[in-house]
């Protein structure tokens, strides 16, 4: 058969097969994702840890995951770390991308706030306190963070040029109404939540200028805060480090689908 012919016939039959979606390069060498930020991204709430991460504690009932199981994947670097802050992602994070990445998952900014005192002290101190607390965090996250999602943002954008990047934010913590003995007050609930709707605002604005997707979680979330009959999130647990991280439906119920309905 000449050559012309055969070269004529295996166009279109390559044609025909990508047309068919029987041929498809891209798909069939997977993604190649990697998972930053911090402990709502390695999946602390689970009480269930990798043991090599140490520290960082990366679940396997984490959103990056379980999203990894149910997708094709070609790599898949874990970096996310519990008590992660944007200065920690720009100075451990970055070395799981380059320019093959395809996809980058991140959620940070919650210690940059310092979330753990903020809960910490309305936990254990007075409304006053307490509104002091979340007023100073809400101060933070208004003036200072932005610069710094900012800063991390570019980084990921030069580390990574072709990759989707997807920014998920926080969850509200929790539930208003009676939340039984010995729980915190109403009004403290409300001033927490106040501050996680500070959070995201802040968070999806920045996620936005650098033109990456923002997944916002909240509305997952609704209804499965700490004191709902059926909560999604941990109120204060031993070890405490688990406290006020979504248990494993959160992750399954909440961040997962939030994740999966922007990237397929």
Not at 34 to 39: K, T, Y
Not at 75 to 101: D, H, I, K, M, P
């Amino acid at each position: 058969m000449p050559r012309r012919l055969l070269a004529t016939l295996g166009s279109l039959t390559a044609g025909l097969l990508l047309t068919l979606g029987l041929a498809t390069p891209a798909s069939a060498a997977g993604t190649d994702y990697a998972a930053l930020g911090d402990s709502y991204s390695s999946g602390v709430g689970t009480n269930n840890y990798d043991g090599v991460s140490g520290s960082c504690l990366r679940s396997p009932q984490s959103y990056p995951r379980l999203w990894v199981s149910g997708h094709a994947v070609a790599s898949f670097q874990f970096v996310a770390c519990s008590g992660a802050t944007t200065r920690e992602v720009l100075n451990n994070q970055l070395g799981a991308l380059n320019s093959g990445t395809d996809l980058v998952t991140i959620s940070i900014g919650g210690n940059d706030a310092g979330f753990a005192d903020v809960v910490t002290t309305c936990r254990l101190g007075s409304d006053s306190s307490c509104l002091s607390a979340v007023n100073t965090a809400k101060a933070y996250i208004s003036n200072t963070l932005p610069g710094r999602l900012d800063e991390t943002y570019r980084a990921i954008r030069s580390r990574a040029p072709g990759a989707r990047v997807v920014v998920l934010g926080y969850p509200r913590l929790f539930e208003l109404g009676s939340c039984g003995f010995g729980s915190i007050s109403e009004y403290k609930r409300s001033l927490l939540n106040g501050g996680s709707d500070t959070m995201s605002g802040v968070i999806s604005a920045r996620a936005g200028a650098a033109g990456f997707s923002y997944v916002d979680v909240r509305g997952r979330f609704a209804g499965h805060g700490v004191c709902a009959s059926s909560p999604w999130i941990n109120g204060t647990t031993f070890p405490i480090v688990e406290s006020y991280h979504p248990k494993a439906a959160g992750y399954s119920g909440g961040y997962l689908p939030a994740l999966t309905a922007v990237t397929g």
